[in-house]
Every structure is written in structure tokens, then in C-alpha cells.
T-cell receptor
Framework: DSGVTQTPKHLITATGQRVTLRCSPR?????VYWYQQSLDQGLQFLIQ???????AKGNILERFSAQQFPDLHSELNLSSLELGDSALYFC?????????????FGNGTRLTVT | SQQGEEDPQALSIQEGENATMNCSYK?????LQWYRQNSGRGLVHLIL?????REKHSGRLRVTLDTSKKSSSLLITASRAADTASYFC????????????FGKGTLLTVNP
């Protein structure tokens, strides 16, 4: 058990809808990362937060947004969903800077857009 | 693209054999990390090797890094059926210290 909790585990929704994915990092970890994993694109970095502030952005679509709250949990909001957004969404946390601290991943949320 | 490649894409071996997976990249790194992913599950960190290190060990795992060739390898010795998983190489590139960039991974199957 990595200590990172993601909810829900599965999500099935229709095109055009909006969903929120939630992540609780490991106790004490200040950094939260979001990744998208699909068969064709592999693991794509979306966004990182550190202690409530956005630290880095990757290939995150404008329809997607995220935030990290004062209690350090994070939410990833996906709107105007398209079929191509179907993927596994992972949250990971780390204790320190990425040069020295590995990422600890949750078990992901599997999103299916129909 | 900075990502580079991992090879092979898939590897099938018998229990007890050694498995070697390779990772290449194109631009300078701060560190390189290996992760394992069991089907449909979250990734698990295996080893982190810094750019000034050449080799690291953890149990049956051995990681080497050759910065002159911009490549790394992961060796699993005396493999077990439980080692069946996808293995990913992830890089922190110089100048992008907040991002860990993953490769496409190697699917390892260890047959009992």
C-alpha cells in the first residue's frame, strides 16, 4: 500500500459531462502529481502541485483543471468529456523534490466515457 | 522528443532466468528512476539513480546508468512469476526539475 488514496476507482460517464477525481497524498507529502495513462499515449504528466500551489504543467488540456487544498488533498476536474478522455488517471505524491524523492502512486481512477 | 525509448517492448522468460530491460534518452538528466506496474494497478518505485552514479542495487535488482551513452538498464536476476509486470523508466531532465517523464515501458512475462 503506497499510502496514496484515489477515489473513485471506476467512473463511467457520457460525453459532454464533467467529473471530479480525488486524491489524498501520503501523510506528510507536500507534492501531488497527476498522470494520465492510455494505451496509445502511455503515461502523460498532467500537472503538479506543491503545498497548494501549482508547480508544473504538462500536457493538460484546457478542459481539465486541478487544485490542491489546504489539507493537501487534490482534485482533478475533467469537463466537456470526450471519448478520447477515457483512460486511467493516477495521482502520485512525493516527500520532496523530484531529484531526490521517488513518486508514490495511487491505484488510479479508471474513467470510461461513453 | 526528450523521451527516448525502452527496449524491448515485451520480454518473455522462464522462472530463474535473468531479465534485462534497457532505456535510452536524448537530453541530459538529473536522475533516472525505474518503476513497476502490475496490470491495472498503480506504479511502484524500484530504484532512483542520480546522474553522477553508475550503478545501484536493490535485492535482485541492478540498475546501471551510462550518461555518455544516455542509457540505463534494469537487470532482474533469478526472476520469479511474481515479477511479471510492466517496467517503466522515468527521467527527470535537466531544466524540467518538476517533471518525471515516463517511457512506454517493457512488458515482462515470467513463465513458471
Amino acid at each position: 500500500d503506497s499510502g496514496v488514496t484515489q477515489t473513485p476507482k471506476h467512473l463511467i460517464t457520457a460525453t459532454g459531462q464533467r467529473v471530479t477525481l480525488r486524491c489524498s497524498p501520503r501523510s506528510g507529502d507536500l507534492s501531488v502529481y497527476w498522470y494520465q495513462q492510455s494505451l496509445d499515449q502511455g503515461l502523460q504528466f498532467l500537472i503538479q502541485y506543491y503545498n497548494g500551489e501549482e508547480r508544473a504543467k504538462g500536457n493538460i488540456l484546457e478542459r481539465f483543471s486541478a487544485q490542491q487544498f489546504p489539507d493537501l488533498h487534490s482534485e482533478l476536474n475533467l469537463s466537456s468529456l470526450e471519448l478520447g478522455d477515457s483512460a486511467l488517471y493516477f495521482c502520485a505524491s512525493s516527500a520532496g523534490q523530484i531529484e531526490n524523492s521517488p513518486l508514490h502512486f495511487g491505484n488510479g481512477t479508471r474513467l470510461t466515457v461513453t | 522528443s526528450q523521451q527516448g525509448e525502452e527496449d524491448p517492448q515485451a520480454l518473455s522468460i522462464q522462472e530463474g532466468e535473468n531479465a534485462t530491460m534497457n532505456c535510452s534518452y536524448k537530453t541530459s538528466i538529473n536522475n533516472l528512476q525505474w518503476y513497476r506496474q502490475n496490470s491495472g494497478r498503480g506504479l511502484v518505485h524500484l530504484i532512483l539513480i542520480r546522474s553522477n552514479e553508475r550503478e545501484k542495487h536493490s535485492g535482485r535488482l541492478r540498475v546501471t546508468l551510462d550518461t555518455s551513452k544516455k542509457s540505463s538498464s534494469l537487470l532482474i536476476t533469478a526472476s520469479r512469476a511474481a515479477d511479471t509486470a510492466s517496467y517503466f523508466c522515468a527521467k527527470v531532465f535537466r531544466g524540467s526539475n518538476y517533471k518525471l517523464t515516463f517511457g512506454k515501458g517493457t512488458l515482462l512475462t515470467v513463465n513458471p
